[in-house]
């Protein structure tokens, strides 16, 4: 039977081609022309598609020194130990519920939740989850599994975003053991859920919606900018804190005796598909990723929705002139890889959103492996909905 290929129809993304919004904030007359020149007239050479033939896999090496060194990773970071710890267990209809504490970025202790399912014989595959940003601070890898108890603001967002689901709850039915960690500056690892821990943990619990808006946006507005200067003195970067987390979160899941190491996937949506892309680029152990929401080329953002799109997890300097956000994804290859977006995303352009498509699937196509890349756009906007939902599963379950 034939490999199934899961792309939207190419005639679809040839008509977008030329489909443009107007901006949602630019700077202006300030930097008037200088976006497109800047843009245009970066090298790119680290692109798959300017790899000699026979030389792709050569490249897609450079390409990952290049992101590494970019993202500051310091000496000793990979081989730090984990120092992991379960600090809770809870048992729920379908699953067992872990709360884990563990060594991410050194020396940041990292929490993260893990369901391990019930009713299906160990070892499992599994999936790191990797949560949104939403304009949500107060809560991290809550977005991505429903409790008892949790504020009417979280349950919305959870609506908003994921249709209502539970992505870990979905994915630990269909028999993996699945992972998530709370992200740099989101839940207790801010600056209040660090100084008070207890206290930020019940105070968030009692917070109308509009207290959690208003929360959220003091974190990212003042004490992000604050972090983001204490961090970057030391020679370390925001979405090198990132990358690394999720890098660490997989040592974790392979030094599991209940976990498949060979069959290990992760899966985001928005600032989690841009984590997908940036983990599945950089660590080989990832066997199949998928990215919803952040396929996009560069210039089908900037001066266009800087302020939506971009934040201090996406700023890593020099890396976008030298190669473009579907040449980060592209480093996946051979490995199976999804990308997933929406054409009433107002974050991207849909021109930009075409163009990163198109480039993906030529990337995947020099490299002799199409079956291996999911390339996905939907008539929705920027979510992950039930029908992105099955299509992102169903690939998990064919390449993992």
């Avoid at 200088?34 to 090496?61: T, V, Y």
């Avoid at 599994?145 to 603001?153: N, T």
């Avoid at 943990?201 to 983001?228: N, V, Y």
Wanted: net charge negative; proline share 5%.
């Amino acid at each position: 039977m034939a490999e199934k290929l899961f792309w939207t129809e190419g005639e679809l993304l040839k008509r977008r081609l030329n489909d443009a919004r107007p901006p949602v904030k630019n700077p202006g007359k300030l930097l008037d022309g200088a976006m497109d020149f800047w843009i245009k007239n970066g090298k790119r050479d680290l692109s798959l598609l300017a790899a000699e033939d026979g030389r792709m896999e050569e490249l897609a090496g450079r390409a990952r020194s290049f992101m590494a060194e970019r993202m500051c990773f310091l000496d000793g970071f990979h081989s730090a130990p984990l120092d992991s710890e379960v600090t809770g267990e809870e048992e729920k209809e379908g699953y067992t519920l872990q709360h884990i504490m563990f060594t991410g970025t050194p020396p940041l202790r990292v929490p993260a939740i893990v369901l391990v399912p019930k009713g299906r014989p160990a070892p499992y595959p599994a999936v790191l989850a990797l949560h949104d940003m939403g304009s949500l601070r107060l809560f991290g890898k809550e977005k991505l599994l429903a409790f008892e108890g949790e504020p009417a603001g979280l349950t919305e967002h959870r609506r908003k975003g994921y249709g209502g689901k539970s992505i870990m709850s979905e994915l630990a039915e269909r028999g993996y053991l699945v992972m998530a960690i709370d992200a740099f500056n989101f839940g207790p690892r801010t600056i209040e859920g660090a100084a008070d821990p207890k206290g930020f943990l019940e105070r968030r619990l009692s917070m109308s919606t509009q207290e959690m808006a208003a929360k959220s946006a003091s974190i990212s507005g003042h004490d992000e900018p604050f972090l983001l200067r204490n961090v970057e003195s030391a020679g370390l970067t925001w979405p090198g804190i990132y990358t690394m987390d999720d890098i660490r979160s997989v040592d974790y899941l392979c030094g599991r005796e209940d976990v498949i190491k060979e069959r290990i996937g992760c899966i985001g949506m928005s600032v989690g598909g841009f984590r997908a892309n940036h983990l599945a680029a950089l660590d080989m152990r990832v066997k199949a990723a998928v990215s919803v929401c952040w396929t996009c080329t560069i210039e089908g953002i900037a001066g266009y929705n800087v302020g939506g799109a971009i934040g201090w997890f996406m700023l890593t300097q020099g890396l976008l002139g030298r190669m473009d956000i579907p040449d980060i994804q592209s480093l996946a290859l051979p490995r199976a890889f999804m990308a997933m977006s929406g054409w009433d995303d107002i974050l991207f352009q849909p021109f930009g959103i075409a163009k990163a498509h198109m480039h993906l699937r030529r990337c995947y196509e020099k490299a002799g492996c199409p079956g291996q890349l999911g390339s996905m756009v939907y008539e929705s906007p920027h979510e992950f909905n039930a029908e992105m939902q099955k299509d992102a599963f169903e690939f998990l379950s064919v390449k993992l």
